[in-house]
């Protein structure tokens, strides 16, 4: 959004990701990406509850599930780690990097 919009925002705060460049993507974002391409119905609240915060109750679950009551609610979690850059030469990269150049100047 800040990329997009930036006479919107005075600041940014990304404290729950990152701006990738290409160089390098985690073993553990490899892993997500390859997990979501063979559940294309991916258990949202089983997800949370495995990977975040196990004493999730049963209604807590079914709270994160919610929003995607079937497969075809899904496209952006399936989408997502599609477009996180895993080389230099990806096209969402240059967004990142245009962004990362934005901060830099405004420093």
């Not at 701006?19 to 390098?24: A, K, M, R, V, Y």
């Not at 807590?60 to 609610?73: G, H, I, R, W």
Request: hydrophobic share 35%.
């Amino acid at each position: 959004m800040n990329e997009h919009y930036p006479n919107r925002f005075d600041a940014f705060i990304n404290a729950n990701a990152s701006l990738p460049d290409g160089t390098f993507i985690s073993p553990v974002h490899l892993n997500w990406r390859q997990f979501v391409r063979d559940n294309p119905d991916v258990p949202v609240g089983n997800v949370i509850s495995s990977q975040v915060n196990p004493a999730l109750s049963q209604l807590e679950m079914n709270s994160y599930n919610a929003p995607y009551p079937d497969v075809n609610y899904k496209s952006v979690i399936k989408s997502f780690p599609e477009i996180v850059p895993d080389r230099p030469e990806a096209i969402a990269n240059n967004d990142a990097c245009n962004l990362w150049k934005g901060f830099k100047n405004s420093l």
